[in-house]
């Protein structure tokens, strides 16, 4: 199982319209057996897909000519057991949760990461915070 984390910025001036890109990528990604997590917050993206080798590169390659993020920087391309997400997951902090409630959500969807991409995907969410 090929396991790809990367981190990209939103590209200035681009409408960054979460939704329709979860929308897609859901529909994609379930058709495609790609599972992972995206986070943002509007302005940086961090990603986790994996699933088989072809599968996650034909994602990748859709992302490396998407207009509405740039400095996409791969931080791991490897080889997993095992999926770390069963599920395609999209964190989000909605609305109504609390900075707190948006933490114990993060903490499920990371529950069953291994400890590079859990630390990776923590100190991108203490940096935006502290920042
Ligand atoms: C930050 C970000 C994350 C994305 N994640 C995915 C993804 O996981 N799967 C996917 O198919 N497309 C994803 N996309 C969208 C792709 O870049 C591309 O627009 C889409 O796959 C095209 O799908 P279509 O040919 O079905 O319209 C993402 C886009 C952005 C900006």
Redesign the pocket.
């Known amino acids: 199982m090929r396991q790809i984390l990367y981190i990209?910025t939103a590209s200035p001036g681009a409408a960054?319209d979460v939704a329709g890109?979860l929308a897609?990528?859901q529909?994609?990604?379930r058709r495609?057996g790609?599972t992972?997590l995206?986070w943002?917050d509007g302005h940086r993206?961090l990603?986790v897909?994996e699933g088989n080798d072809a599968a996650v590169q034909r994602?990748l390659d859709?992302?490396l000519?998407?207009p509405?993020?740039r400095g996409i920087a791969v931080l791991h391309d490897r080889t997993v057991a095992e999926r770390e997400f069963g599920a395609?997951e999209m964190a989000r902090r909605s609305a109504s949760d609390s900075a707190d409630a948006f933490d114990v959500k993060m903490d499920g969807f990371l529950a069953t990461a291994s400890p590079t991409v859990r630390g990776t995907f923590e100190g991108l969410i203490a940096a935006r915070r502290a920042a």
């Open positions: 990209s960054i890109i897609v990528s529909r994609n990604n495609d790609v992972g995206l943002t993206f990603q897909l994602v859709r992302l000519s998407d509405r993020h395609w």
